[in-house]
């Protein structure tokens, strides 16, 4: 039987100089589409580049700023930074009025100031300093005689100095109506225990969960030689594939809705377990709810459905033939789950918690909704406290019309940036620790 060559028609492969240029225009389209992803991925890494160099730009710059007295003629030409605390102490008493002296020492003297807080009164109530303008730093480094100059013409009292908005002080002080002392350790402590109990709760709840729909699921609950039994089975797997489904939708649900659904839920609803109530340790400013255990449980809700869904996906890829040893050796499933399944998925579990984290630590819809304070100055220190977290602080201080605060936020985007990459490393490195354990 002789074979038609280059037939597409028949079905046969092509012969000859069909071959080669098949091979050539396969060979061009992988070409294409290799450029394509690299060009692409290149696209991508240079937005992110610019990205982060315009939050570098505002959050490291230059300042221009007027005193109300002389630094110089006040410490008598030596830097203020080189004074002891008691010439420091001289200074303010002589400088302040009688008014705000009582109120700095209301609660402790002078004396046990330390030099810092010295240099923040006296920056505060004797210098007075102001903010006149800011700079970015292009424009500091590559534009500084200009800006002098302007200054000069402008405002002859302010000079131009070097000013870095992501500090040491960004890190300590607690909010304020002031940016040059403003801070976000009120947002950080916040967002730890927002973050920490979110992972706490979210954990466990959706491990437990894709045990159940994976290994659980198909076990018949009812005798399947009745017909109420058969019946009962039948209707118990198209609610559990109902879940599924759901769970599925639900990784999709904008964030606002769960918000909605932690104000009805835990803020209206679980009032009295919320604002500590039932235990006693409820606080007057905070009895409505809306507190840390609120916004913890409802960002559960949110991340929950990637947990289990990565979850799902990590148990599913340990080999049953793990799962046939372990019971011919006579173990149990609940066994064989504990010591063989969660062992092998847990690298992959890890995986959908570093994506959970990565979406909580950036969400501020939900948490507007349940109650997060946009200007608090008190730490949280329980679980019914009341709270802020960093991307609300953020949205606060870029919806203030001075430049100085959405210089701050820059630097806040920073810390927040900062955090993520933390916390990510650290999941990772759990990861690959417990991956290598597993191979070896």
Avoid: C
Avoid at 81 to 94: G, M, W
Avoid at 151 to 165: D, E, G, H, I, V
């Amino acid at each position: 039987m002789s074979v038609e060559p280059n037939s597409a028609a028949s079905g046969h492969l092509p012969e000859g100089e069909a071959i080669t240029r098949n091979v050539a225009a396969r060979q061009a389209r992988g070409r294409l589409w290799h450029g394509l992803l690299i060009a692409s991925t290149l696209i991508g890494l240079i937005v992110l580049v610019l990205l982060l160099f315009n939050i570098v730009n505002d959050a490291v710059g230059g300042i221009a700023v007027e005193t109300a007295l002389d630094e110089q003629a006040l410490t008598a030409g030596r830097p203020l930074e080189t004074l002891t605390n008691p010439e420091l102490i001289a200074i303010v008493e002589e400088h302040v009025s009688a008014r705000i002296l009582r109120r700095l020492t209301r609660e402790r003297p002078l004396d046990a100031y330390s030099a810092v807080e010295l240099h923040e009164v006296i920056n505060t109530e004797v210098l007075a300093i102001q903010i006149v303008e800011t700079y970015p730093l292009t424009a500091y480094l590559f534009q500084r005689q200009q800006l002098e100059a302007n200054l000069a013409a402008t405002n002859p009292r302010a000079r131009l100095q070097f000013k870095s908005w992501l500090s040491w002080g960004l890190l300590t002080n607690p909010m304020s109506s002031d940016p040059l002392i403003a801070g976000i350790r009120t947002a950080i402590l916040g967002t730890f225990w927002v973050l920490l109990l979110t992972v706490l709760i979210a954990f466990p709840l959706g491990i437990g969960a894709a045990i159940y729909l994976e290994e659980y699921q198909r076990d018949k609950l009812f005798d399947e030689r009745t017909l109420t039994g058969r019946w009962f089975n039948q209707f118990v797997a198209r609610i559990t594939g109902l879940i599924q489904l759901n769970i599925y939708n639900l990784a999709g649900v904008p964030s606002i809705i769960y918000g909605m659904l932690g104000l009805s839920m835990f803020v209206m609803l679980l009032v009295q377990f919320t604002s500590g109530a039932v235990f006693g340790a409820a606080d007057p400013a905070t009895a409505n709810g809306r507190t840390i255990i609120s916004s913890a449980l409802t960002m559960a809700l949110l991340v929950m459905p990637v947990v289990i869904i990565a979850a799902q996906e990590a148990i599913r890829a340990v080999p049953s033939s793990l799962r046939q040893a372990s019971y011919g050796l006579g173990a149990t499933r609940w066994q064989t789950i504990w010591q063989i399944v969660l062992p092998n998925a847990l690298p992959g579990i890890l995986t959908g918690t570093i994506l959970a984290i990565s979406r909580a630590i950036g969400e501020t819809a939900p948490l507007i909704v349940v109650g997060a304070s946009s200007f608090i100055v008190t730490d949280p220190d329980s679980l019914f406290a009341k709270f802020t977290v960093l991307p609300i602080q953020i949205y606060n201080w870029t919806a203030r019309p001075q430049q100085e605060f959405r210089n701050l936020a820059a630097a806040a985007i920073l810390v927040l940036l900062l955090m993520l990459l933390t916390m990510n490393a650290v999941a990772i490195f759990l990861r690959n620790y417990l991956r290598s354990r597993r191979v070896s």
